[in-house]
C-alpha cells in the first residue's frame, strides 16, 4: 500500500503543500521542481515525521566550492 499525502507541512509548521493526495515519490518530483525554480533551497529534503506527516526540511544552502576541485597550480610542488 502507497501512503498517499494531502497536506505537507514546512519544518517550522508553515504548509507547503495542501491539496490533492501524492504518493512520496510525486511530492519528491514536486520538491524537485521547486528547487529548480529556486523556490526551495538546494539541500531541502522531505521526511515523514512520527505521526505519519510529510514535512519538508529546508537542508543548508550548499556553498559554491563544495564540489569544485582545488585550483591548479602551474608552480605547485616545484622548488625555485
Do not use: C, K, W
Not at 511530492?27 to 523556490?39: G, H, K
Not at 506527516?53 to 529546508?58: A, E, I, K, Q
Amino acid at each position: 500500500m502507497t501512503n498517499a499525502f494531502s497536506q505537507i507541512s514546512h519544518a517550522d509548521g508553515r504548509a507547503y503543500y495542501q491539496g490533492t493526495p501524492l504518493s512520496l515519490a510525486d511530492a519528491q518530483i514536486m520538491l524537485n521542481d521547486d528547487i529548480l525554480r529556486r523556490t526551495v533551497r538546494v539541500g531541502a529534503y522531505l521526511r515523514v515525521d512520527d505521526a505519519g506527516r510529510l514535512v519538508l526540511v529546508n537542508g543548508p544552502a550548499l556553498r559554491r566550492s563544495v564540489n569544485r576541485p582545488p585550483a591548479f597550480s602551474p608552480r605547485a610542488g616545484r622548488q625555485e
